[in-house]
């Protein structure tokens, strides 16, 4: 078995690099300015292969999925964000958010699909920011991840049209226990979580436990929120 990851050796990505080498896939994990991460999960897996890739370099891209085949996973996890008053964001700013998150999930998107196995799966890490959780000062990263709920469906058509029995799906997830998050003001993180009723942070390996484990369960172009595990 067969997965990639993108942002795969730092944050959430790692978690769910780790979590698919322990269920037994060989993975490959992407990554971009995080050297010493990929360094160091390199040295302590087997089974693991950390690549180098700016996702939203085309050539970059292309190159990168020309030597991997049969992907069962493919998890389009990397993202970045700019937060600041948009009198202040630039239009470089709000476009290298955009092209990161949304151009890098078209691309990996576009040259894996003639890569991923029959049943094979593309999970796209949105956010609950997409949906119903705005912030003016991150507006471009808003932006970003509602395209890529816009994208998953359609994707999924493409899919459709394939008759492979393979899936996309869109996972929108509130705030995550990061290090950023966690080091972030405790009162503004609480705040936000008032907004939309989430209890507590979602833990990064319970968040990717629920996810991996019922993957089975999400239709080709479902988005779905995930807020509180314990819905």
């Known amino acids: 078995m067969i997965a990639l990851v993108t942002g795969?050796?730092?944050?959430?990505g790692k978690v769910f690099t780790e979590y698919l080498l322990e269920l037994g896939y060989k993975v490959y994990a992407l990554y971009n300015t995080s050297v010493d991460e990929a360094l160091e999960l390199e040295n302590?897996?087997?089974?693991l292969r950390c690549v180098k890739c700016d996702i939203?370099?085309?050539?970059?891209?292309?190159?990168?999925?020309?030597?991997?085949?049969?992907?069962?996973?493919?998890?389009?996890?990397?993202g970045i964000?700019?937060?600041n008053n948009f009198v202040d964001k630039s239009l470089k700013e709000f476009m290298s958010v955009v092209e990161t998150n949304l151009g890098g999930t078209f691309l990996m998107t576009k040259y894996s699909l003639g890569k991923l196995n029959n049943n094979g799966l593309i999970i796209n890490i949105s956010s609950n920011n997409a949906i119903d959780n705005y912030n003016p000062i991150s507006m471009d990263y808003d932006a970003s991840k509602a395209g890529?709920?816009?994208?998953?469906?359609?994707?999924?058509?493409?899919?459709?049209?394939?008759?492979?029995?393979?899936k996309v799906i869109s996972i929108c997830p509130g705030w995550i226990a990061t290090d950023s998050v966690k080091s972030a003001d405790p009162k503004y993180i609480e705040i936000e979580m008032k907004r939309v009723n989430q209890d507590k942070l979602l833990e990064p390996r319970d968040l990717v436990k629920?996810?991996?484990?019922n993957k089975d369960s999400f239709y080709n172009g479902e988005v779905r929120e995930i807020i509180n595990l314990n819905d």
């Open 148 to 166: 890529i709920n816009i994208l998953t469906k359609d994707f999924s058509l493409v899919l459709d049209s394939l008759n492979k029995n393979q």
């Open 8 to 12: 795969g050796c730092h944050g959430l």
């Open 210 to 213: 629920y996810i991996i484990d």
């Open 56 to 78: 939203k370099n085309e050539g970059m891209v292309e190159n990168t999925l020309f030597n991997i085949d049969n992907i069962d996973i493919l998890i389009n996890n990397a």
């Open 81 to 83: 964000a700019c937060d």
């Open 44 to 47: 302590n897996y087997d089974n």
